[in-house]
């Protein structure tokens, strides 16, 4: 009996990996933050957590089924949306903001353009982005741990537009454990931190991208803040860098897959975000430098792919 074989071009990788393992591990990894949410915001934090997941799930449920394509909400994707959106927004959001950003960035970023893999930047950050250009007074609404929700500034707005942390501004501890006014999931960059070592050592993602993008905007600081290690320390323990740096920048679909590429991209995100924090009108720019570096991936692919050897060429 003869044998058929099957020839294909490499590369031949065998992984049991899948889609909904690689997901849950990031999910693991982001839940000591979220639960830090839930502990500095309370119940405010619970509901947004919940309208926001609960309706990136829906959303995906309900476009696949206008479109009659295979059901994907088992594979947890559009859980991390809608849990990265919700560590996005603060606390004192309204119910609505979860919702509409999480149907923006299903049906919009995500299911229009092909879906999984097929999104060009990453859905949460790219709902952040249009929530707080279209809402920005809700979505820049910072407040207090606790149960009072007593308005107050980011740490980052202490340090805009100076070279040194001035009085009174939050302590480095306080950055480092969350106890602190932002962004839901900004707040604690020990327990990101915790979260993107688990996924290093789980081989869900490369610690290339967060080191170099970290480290790019701790050099940069250094610098601009005349060698203050402590104007350094505060930029990069403050914001949404932790957050986007390990779970926004590492995406597969959005970012290159080449070695150079991942360099590449990370050092532009980090000089952008470093130029925005710095010279521009915002005093946070995590999610605009990683949203114009993922529109820049297929070009820094194209310039950084290997050369493929071996390639037959079709007569004219």
Known sequence: MV???????????????????????????????????????????????????????????????????KSTIGDFSAVITGLLLALNIPASAPWWIPIVGSAFAIIIV?????????????????????????????????VKPGVDAVSTATPLSYVKGVTAVPEGAPSIFDTLIGNIGGSMGE????????????????????????????????????????FDVNFMLYHVLSGGLMLGAIYMATDYASSPVTKKGKIIFALGCGIIT????FYGAYAEGVGFSILLMNVASPLIEKYTSPRVFGEVKQNA
């Open 3 to 69: 044998e058929k074989l099957t020839v294909s071009s490499s590369p031949h990788i065998l992984s049991k990996n899948s889609t909904s393992k690689i997901m849950l591990d990031v999910v693991i990894a982001l839940l000591p933050a979220t639960l830090a949410a839930f502990y500095y915001f309370r119940m405010n934090a619970v509901i947004l957590t919940v309208l926001a997941v609960v309706s990136a799930v829906a959303c995906e449920w309900g476009i696949q089924k206008i479109r009659n394509k």
């Open 110 to 142: 995500k299911q229009l353009f092909g879906g999984i893999g097929q999104n060009f930047m990453n859905p949460a950050l790219a709902a952040r982005i249009m929530l707080t250009i279209s809402w920005t007074d809700p979505m820049t609404k910072w």
């Open 187 to 226: 707040t604690s960059a020990l327990l990101l931190i915790l979260g993107g070592v688990y996924l290093v050592y789980r081989g869900v993602i490369s610690p290339r991208v967060p080191l170099i993008y970290v480290g790019t905007v701790a050099v940069l600081s250094f610098i601009y803040g005349g």
């Open 274 to 277: 470093a130029a925005i924090r």
